[in-house]
């Protein structure tokens, strides 16, 4: 609730109780990202992800696309 009302110390009681997690460098959180959400794609889980850009979402999105190209799930081209 102290979060919801605006009060940013009560991110130290998250990173207290490990809730916040630091991702290291945008390629290493991006890396994580991309496996746990084709983890719960292939589980059959409505999974997001979010990001800050336009950009860092085009580079997520197509590694995404070329993890699921390797695993043999879509074609590498087509239309």
């Known amino acids: 609730m102290r979060l919801r009302e605006g009060d940013a110390s009560a991110l130290l009681e998250y990173r207290k109780h490990g ?3 630091d991702g290291g460098t945008f390629d290493e959180a991006a890396d ?3 496996k746990g959400y084709l983890a719960d794609t292939f589980q059959g889980l409505d999974t997001r992800l979010l990001v800050d ?3 860092q979402a085009a580079e997520v999105s ?3 696309r070329a993890e699921l190209v390797a695993l ?3 074609a590498e081209t087509g239309g």
Do not use: E, L, Y
């Open 19 to 21: 809730r916040i997690v």
């Open 32 to 34: 994580r990202a991309v």
């Open 53 to 55: 850009t336009n950009d």
């Open 62 to 64: 197509s590694r995404v």
């Open 72 to 74: 043999g799930k879509i």
